[in-house]
């Protein structure tokens, strides 16, 4: 632990980790650091293998270990860079026209505030400008998906399916007659680039889905909609499994601690 901490401080990391990944068998290590810099790491003996020469140009947003060509991929909000993993070099540098809010959609998934997102396989990446949500193809650059977006709705959280073959994004948008709310999620095929399944939930004050999460092999959904608690839904059927519903109340000015109904 003192030599990890000893190592770091020779990096001269001004900043925490960030973001960080590990190989699927244990043995190596990878963190990505609040000043762009990345550092390999032997986890069984704890040495530090590589502090990587080049930087990002913000915090580290995402890290993805390719086991099966050693590659490493990582991003800040506005480049992914490819890395070889034995040698520590960098191989493609893809940089995306991201200038904030104006442009681009925060991903506040997992309450980390993203603006692209990495696919599990390494081979993607998500990214929504202005109206469109793009998939680009890491290896090659060139875009797989561009989907366009309604007028009327707002994109609040994106993820991918732990086979990186399904896409999950949450939205929120306004009915009239009558006037109601729709959070809802929906599921697009990444192979044949279609909307699957279009998940609802109607009514409430306009809150958000916040989070989500696929489960069981990304057969099924967990999302979670602030004051409304979490929902189960079977992807396979596009239907709602189950609703915990978390209830805060206020007395004297104090909430008080909800309850889960299961």
């Known amino acids: 632990k003192d030599r990890m901490r000893l190592v770091v401080q020779a990096a001269k990391i001004r900043y925490g980790v960030s973001q960080i990944e590990a190989t699927k068998n244990g043995e190596f290590l990878i963190s990505g650091h609040g000043d762009g810099q990345i550092i ?3 986890f069984r003996n704890r040495e530090v293998i590589r502090v990587f ?19 490493i991929v990582s991003s800040d909000n506005l480049e992914i ?11 493609k540098t893809h940089r995306f026209r991201l200038r904030g809010r104006n442009d681009s959609t925060e991903n506040m998934l997992v309450n980390t505030q993203k603006y692209i997102v990495i696919s599990p396989d390494c081979g993607k990446a998500l990214f929504v400008l202005k109206k469109e949500l793009i998939i680009r193809d890491i290896n090659t650059g060139k875009t ?3 989907l366009k ?3 009327n709705e707002e994109l ?4 991918f399916s732990p086979n990186s073959n399904l896409l999950a994004f949450a939205y929120g948008k306004l009915k009239l007659n009558p006037t109601t709310f729709v959070a809802g999620v929906k599921i697009l095929n990444l192979k044949t680039k279609k909307i699957i399944r279009n998940l609802t939930e109607d009514g409430g004050d306009g809150s958000k889905i916040k989070d989500l999460l696929f ?3 990304g057969k099924e959904l967990l999302t979670y909609r602030a004051g409304y608690g979490y929902s189960y839904w079977s992807l396979r059927k596009g239907k709602l499994i189950k609703k915990y519903d978390i209830k805060a109340s206020t007395t004297s000015g104090r909430v008080q601690k909800g309850s889960m109904k299961l």
């Open 40 to 42: 390999l790491w032997n």
């Open 156 to 159: 609040s959280v994106f993820d």
């Open 215 to 217: 489960i069981n092999s």
């Open 149 to 151: 977006l309604k007028d």
């Open 81 to 91: 860079y490819v890395w070889n993993m034995i040698n520590g070099k960098k191989i």
């Open 53 to 71: 020469n080049e930087r990002h140009k913000g915090p580290v947003k995402n890290l993805c270990i390719n086991d099966s060509n050693q590659q």
């Open 144 to 146: 797989i998906v561009k």
